[in-house]
C-alpha cells in the first residue's frame, strides 16, 4: 500500500470513530473544565480553596482522566498535546492544592515601572534588583484572574517561583543574564524557523519513504521500530536518529515561534511579562554537559527542561516522605527517579490519546529506564574517568548506547500510534520538486482542522480538534 492510500484510510476510519462515538475528539469546553476548575480554585479567597480542595482535585482528575479515556486525535500536534495538556492539569493541581500551599507562596517576577495599579505591598524586591520585582497575588479580582491565568499557564516557568523564600535572589541573577544577551532580531528567528521547518520536511521526506515508520511489520519493512535489543542493527540506528531528529526540531520550531510571536509581534505591551527577552530562554541547554556528565548532563542540562519546575515539587515531596529530607545523595536519587516516573507518565498519556493502537506502557518504560542508566553510569565511574578527552567520549559513547537501546521503546510506540504518518507543516517544498512521496492533490492538513462537532448530549457538542 503506498503512503497517501494509508493516510487516507487512517482519515477514512478515524471519521468513521467519530460518526459511531468510537472515540471523540478534543472539544472545546468540554475538555478543558479541568483547567478551568483550577483557575477557579487559584482565584478563590484562601478561607474557600481550603473547604473546596478535595471536591475541587477529585473533579479536576474525574475530568481529565475522561478526557483521556475518549478523546483520541489523528493530528500530531493534537495527538500529543492533547494527552499531555491533559495529564498536566492533574500534576499542576497536585502542587497548588497540597504540595506549594496555594498562590500566596507562588509569585511572579516584573519589571519594574510595568505595573499597572495594585498596592505596592504586591511588589517585594530582592537581591538587590532595581529593575525587577516579586508580585505576590493581587487582591483586585481582575488583576488576580490575569495573574492565576499566568501561573497555569507558563509551562517553564521562567519568571516564577513556587516557593517564595526560596532561590528569589538566583532566579533574578538567572533573569538579569538573560536580559544581557542579545536578543535574536525578527530576521534571524525568521531565518531558524525555515531552516528548522525545512529539515523537518526533509526528515518527513525520508518517513513517508519508510514502512517501518507507519506502524506496520510486512514484507515492506522487516524491522520492527520497537523491537529491544543490546546491540541495534545500523538500519534501525538510522531510522532511530531520524525519529529523535523529529522531536528535536519540532520542540526548535515552536520555541522559535513562541520567541517570535511574544517578542516581535505582541511585545510587552500585549504580552506582558511574556514580552520580554528574559522571560525567555533557549529551547536546549549547553551540548556540552554530555561529554562531562553524560547521560544525567543528557537529561539534566541539554534536553529541554520545560516541565522541570512543575516535576520539582511532587519529586521533593516523594524524597521528604522516603528519607526525610531532600539534600542527601538518597534523595537526590529519589527525586531524580521520581521526576523520569512522571514525565513517563505525562508522555504515555501523549501516547494514549493518539489515534492508533498504541502502547502507552512502552513509553513509559522507555522513561523509566533513563535513571537506571544515570545509576548504572554512575556505577562505572564514567563521569571520572581520566584524562578528560577519554572521559569525554566515554560519556558520549555511554549516553549514544543507552537512548540507542531504550528508544525503541518510545519511537515503536509512536509508530503505532501512527504519529510519524501525521504532518507537522502545512507546505512541503520536496513534494512541490516531486522528491517526496506525499500528494500535491491534498492539502497535507486536509481533516486536521477545527470545526463544530456534535455529541449525543448537548455537553459533548463543542469547537472540536
Known amino acids: 500500500m503506498k503512503y497517501e492510500e494509508l493516510i487516507n484510510e487512517h482519515r477514512s476510519t478515524y471519521q468513521l470513530q467519530l460518526a459511531t462515538q468510537q472515540s ?6 468540554l475538555d478543558i ?3 478551568l476548575l483550577l483557575i477557579v480554585y487559584l482565584v478563590l479567597s484562601p478561607k474557600l480553596r481550603h473547604l473546596l480542595r478535595f471536591p475541587l482535585f477529585i473533579a479536576i482528575l474525574a475530568l481529565s482522566a475522561n478526557t483521556l479515556w475518549h478523546t483520541r486525535t489523528i493530528g500530531l500536534a493534537y495527538g500529543v498535546v492533547t494527552g499531555i495538556m491533559t495529564a498536566w492539569c492533574p500534576l499542576l493541581s497536585l502542587n497548588f492544592i497540597f504540595l506549594n500551599h496555594g498562590p500566596e507562596s507562588s509569585a511572579r517576577l516584573v ?6 495599579g495594585g498596592s505596592g505591598e504586591e511588589y517585594r524586591i530582592h537581591g538587590g534588583s ?6 505576590a497575588i493581587p487582591e483586585e479580582f481582575t488583576r488576580r484572574l490575569c495573574w492565576c491565568l499566568d501561573l497555569v499557564g507558563s509551562v517553564r516557568g521562567l519568571h516564577w517561583s ?3 523564600a526560596e532561590c528569589w535572589e538566583q532566579a ?8 544581557r544577551q542579545k536578543i535574536p532580531s525578527l530576521k534571524e528567528l525568521l531565518l531558524r524557523l525555515i531552516l528548522g521547518l525545512v529539515a523537518t520536511d526533509c526528515l518527513k521526506a525520508l518517513i513517508a519513504a519508510d514502512p517501518c515508520f507507519w506502524g506496520r511489520v510486512d514484507a515492506e519493512c522487516h524491522i520492527n521500530l520497537g523491537s529491544l535489543t543490546l546491540l541495534p542493527k545500523l538500519d534501525q540506528v538510522s531510522r532511530l536518529i531520524t525519529a529523535f531528529l523529529v522531536i528535536y526540531l519540532a520542540i526548535q520550531v515552536l520555541s522559535t515561534l513562541g520567541n517570535v510571536l511574544f517578542l516581535h509581534v505582541l511585545g ?19 551540548f556540552s554537559a554530555i561529554g562531562s556528565h553524560g547521560l544525567r548532563g543528557f537529561w539534566g542540562s541539554w534536553w529541554h527542561q520545560f516541565f522541570r519546575l512543575t516535576l520539582d515539587s511532587p519529586a521533593s515531596a516523594v524524597a521528604r516522605l522516603l528519607t526525610g529530607d531532600e539534600s542527601g545523595r538518597t534523595a537526590r536519587t529519589v527525586r531524580m527517579v521520581t521526576a523520569f516516573l512522571i514525565s513517563g507518565a505525562l508522555h504515555a498519556c501523549a501516547s494514549l490519546t493518539l489515534w492508533g493502537p498504541s502502547q502507552p506502557s512502552h513509553t513509559f518504560y522507555f522513561f523509566a529506564l533513563q535513571p537506571v542508566g544515570i545509576l548504572t553510569q554512575a556505577a562505572l565511574a564514567i563521569p571520572s574517568l581520566s584524562p578528560p578527552m577519554l572521559c569525554t567520549v566515554a560519556n558520549f559513547g555511554f549516553t549514544a548506547y543507552w537512548l540507542l537501546v531504550t528508544s525503541p521503546l518510545l519511537v515503536g510506540d509512536y509508530a503505532s500510534g501512527a504519529l510519524w504518518m501525521t504532518e507537522a507543516i502545512p507546505f512541503s517544498i520536496l513534494a512541490l520538486l516531486g522528491l517526496s512521496r506525499r500528494s500535491l492533490g491534498t492539502p497535507l492538513w486536509a481533516g486536521f482542522g477545527v470545526g463544530w462537532y456534535r455529541g449525543e448530549r448537548w455537553w459533548l457538542s463543542g469547537l472540536a480538534f
Do not use: C, M
Open 24 to 29: 471523540r475528539p478534543f472539544i472545546v469546553p
Open 33 to 35: 473544565w479541568n483547567y
Open 111 to 116: 519589571q519594574l515601572g510595568e505595573q499597572q
Open 130 to 135: 532595581s529593575s525587577h520585582a516579586w508580585q
Open 162 to 164: 513556587l516557593n517564595s
Open 172 to 179: 533574578i541573577k538567572e533573569t538579569q543574564a538573560r536580559q
Open 268 to 286: 510587552p505591551s500585549l504580552a506582558g511579562t511574556w514580552g520580554h527577552p528574559w522571560a525567555h530562554a533557549p529551547a536546549f541547554g549547553d
